[in-house]
């Protein structure tokens, strides 16, 4: 496993970005709740830092 090469994503930011849209709509079609869509918003720009390592 040592030689699988590492995902890399070239704009971490655009991705987290696009993935919160993405939230917000189902957030909006009431097909999530407003806690869990902030939940989720939460761990979406978190994820930001780690990708910056």
Known sequence: ME???KT???N???LCETIAE???VLE???TIG???AS?????IYRSIDTTKE
């Open 8 to 10: 890399h994503i070239d």
């Open 28 to 30: 909006e079609s009431e």
């Open 22 to 24: 993405i939230v917000d």
């Open 3 to 5: 030689d699988e090469p």
């Open 34 to 36: 407003e806690e869990q």
């Open 12 to 14: 971490p930011e655009q």
């Open 39 to 43: 939940k989720l918003r939460s761990k």
